[in-house]
């Protein structure tokens, strides 16, 4: 119950702070979300920026030997802080629009 409400919690976030076009995958267990931004979007450009704020995210690359998937990422909605998932999901939303 506690997993669900954070990963609804998550893409209320998402859905207010990212651009549109934004596609979300909601995998079946566990505590991630996979997004596919717009494809300008660089997302190991974006991880670095990221912690500059010290937010962590799993740029898509990172999941392929073929370093595909540039404008996808992994989110981990496991951390119950809302307060502090909204700051985050609101930077992270700054830097996307910041690269289109």
Do not use: C
Not at 21 to 33: D, S, V, W
Not at 34 to 59: C, F, N, R, Y
Not at 70 to 93: C, K, Q, T, Y
Request: proline share 7%; no cysteine.
């Amino acid at each position: 119950h506690t997993l669900a409400t954070q990963e609804a919690t998550m893409i209320q976030a998402i859905e207010r702070h990212f651009p549109l076009g934004t596609k979300l995958a909601r995998p079946q267990g566990g505590y991630f979300l996979w997004l596919e931004l717009p494809p300008k979007v660089d997302t190991l450009l974006l991880h670095q920026q990221a912690l500059s704020h010290g937010i962590s995210i799993a740029p898509g690359p990172i999941f392929s030997a073929k370093r595909e998937f540039r404008h996808h990422l992994r989110l981990n909605f496991g951390h119950p802080d809302s307060e502090r998932l909204e700051v985050a999901m609101a930077i992270l939303g700054q830097l996307i629009r910041q690269q289109q």
